[in-house]
């Protein structure tokens, strides 16, 4: 079993002692046992990964042979925004990544200077809120090393990622986004990636750019990645509450 399994286990085991004090507590306080259960399961989802597990730790990574035979294409899928529709007839020769907002030095990057940089693979399982995972292999660059070369400014606490597609597959509907904060931002396993399962990125997944970020949910790896922009807030991004589906009820942070 790998290291990042076994850590992993050994958090659920104190995760299960933190639910087990909570629930005697609660009882105490006179709540009936499902009213505290419920109480405190809750308290776990939303505070077991904060408190319980290292937002650093890693997400299982998994063997070539795990790789889902299918991995579905959710969300958008075929984008009609005319200057994403430009990009790919002309095989992304044009596209360029922006990597700007609360940066010493903008960034503006071809996909081969992309891949110049160093690469990370990864083989990870991919947990969607409509009830399906997949367990997919990518390659791409750390969002970190992008980071880094544009240099961060102290005030900046949030990544914004822009997208080409509106999700309701319209020329003028509202682009997803989506942010992070920066712990998620220098995560090891947090990479744009340009290929899926030793293959270019196809179009249904997000070419010619997607984030993952392992730790979070399928909503949080936004695909047909335009721009990036690092913010001080939430005020100075798209929506209220920090992507296109927090924005419509999700939790900002999906993590799993
Ligand atoms: N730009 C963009 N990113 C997106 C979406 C989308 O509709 N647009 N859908 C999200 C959802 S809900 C999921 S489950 C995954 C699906 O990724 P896949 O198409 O590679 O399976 O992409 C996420 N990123
Ligand atoms: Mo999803």
């Known amino acids: 079993m790998s290291e990042a399994l076994l850590n992993r286990r050994s958090w659920i085991a104190r995760a299960g002692a933190a639910v087990g004090v909570l629930t005697l507590a609660a009882c105490q306080r006179g709540q009936t046992i499902s009213e505290s ?59 360029r990544l922006t990597v700007d907002g609360l940066v010493e030095r903008p960034l503006s990057l071809s996909l081969a200077e992309l891949r110049e940089r160093p690469s990370r693979t990864q083989i990870t399982k991919h ?8 367990i997919g292999q990518w ?14 400014k102290p005030e900046a606490r949030y990544i914004v990622f822009h997208c080409f597609d509106a999700l309701t597959q319209t020329e003028d509907g509202p682009r997803y986004y989506e942010s992070i904060d920066l712990v998620d931002a220098r995560h090891p396993q947090t990479i744009l990636a340009y290929d899926m399962n030793r293959e270019t990125l196809t179009v ?4 010619p750019l997607r984030l993952r970020v392992e730790r979070q ?12 922009e690092a913010v001080e807030s939430f005020e100075a991004m798209p929506g209220p509450r920090g992507g296109y589906w927090p924005d419509r009820g999700y939790e900002w942070y999906a993590g799993i």
């Open 139 to 152: 390659t791409g660059v750390r969002l970190e090393t992008l980071l880094d070369e544009a240099g961060l």
């Open 204 to 207: 249904p997944h997000g070419a």
């Open 37 to 95: 259960l419920r109480v405190s399961a809750e308290a776990l989802t939303r505070r077991s990964q904060r408190l319980l597990i290292p937002r650093e730790a890693l997400a299982p990574e998994y063997r070539p042979q795990d790789i889902s035979p299918f991995f579905k294409p959710n969300g958008s899928i075929d984008p009609a925004a005319s200057d994403y529709v430009a990009l790919r007839d002309a095989g992304f020769a044009n596209y």
């Open 127 to 134: 947990d969607c809120v409509e009830g399906w995972t997949a």
């Open 217 to 228: 949910l399928g909503y949080k790896q936004a695909k047909y990645i335009r721009r990036i």
